[in-house]
C-alpha cells in the first residue's frame, strides 16, 4: 500500500483539500458474477466498513467506476447507502475541471485507484486499506 502512503502524504505536503478515489464495482467492492444485476454477488469483507469511514470524511471523495448500466448501479448504490456509504460521483469528477495543464473530457480526475484490473484483490485488500490508513494516521 506504497501509493496509499504516497497520496495521503501527498495531501499535507501539497495542502489538497480533498483526495479523489476512483473505485471499480466488479471484483473490487462486489464479487463480479458477470451478471445484469449483480445475483448472487457478495460484498467482499470489510468493503463496507472501510468505505462508510471514508464516505464519511469530508477530505475524502469516493467516484463509483464502473462500466454497469445505471438500472444495477442504482440497485447497488441503494443497498450501500442503507449502511451509510455514500459516492460522490459515478464514472465523473465534475470538481476537476479541464485546466492549461490538463484535458479531462476523456479521463476524470483521481487521486488513487482501487480496481482489481489495477491489482487490487477485494477478498484481502480491503483489510490491508485499513490498515494502511490507521498506520499513518487516517483514523
Not at 2 to 19: C, L, N, Q, T
Not at 51 to 70: G, M, V
Not at 78 to 85: C, G, L, R
Not at 98 to 114: A, M, P, Q, R, S
Amino acid at each position: 500500500m506504497k501509493h496509499v502512503k504516497k497520496v495521503f502524504a501527498d495531501k499535507i505536503k501539497r495542502g489538497w483539500s480533498k483526495i479523489y478515489i476512483a473505485i471499480d464495482l466488479h471484483d473490487t467492492i462486489i464479487e463480479g458474477k458477470y451478471n445484469l444485476n449483480n445475483d448472487g454477488a457478495n460484498f467482499f469483507p470489510n468493503s463496507i466498513e472501510v468505505l462508510r469511514d471514508l464516505s464519511n470524511r469530508s477530505d475524502i471523495c469516493l467516484i463509483l467506476w464502473t462500466a454497469s448500466h445505471i438500472g444495477p448501479i442504482r440497485d447497488i448504490l441503494t443497498i450501500m447507502e442503507a449502511q451509510d456509504v455514500k459516492f460522490n460521483y459515478i464514472n465523473e469528477n465534475p470538481e476537476c475541471p479541464n485546466t492549461e495543464l490538463c484535458d479531462f473530457n476523456g479521463k476524470f480526475y483521481f487521486n488513487l485507484v482501487l480496481d482489481d484490473k489495477a491489482g487490487w484483490d477485494g477478498s484481502t485488500d480491503w483489510f490491508l486499506f485499513e490498515e494502511t490508513l490507521r498506520e499513518i494516521g487516517v483514523w
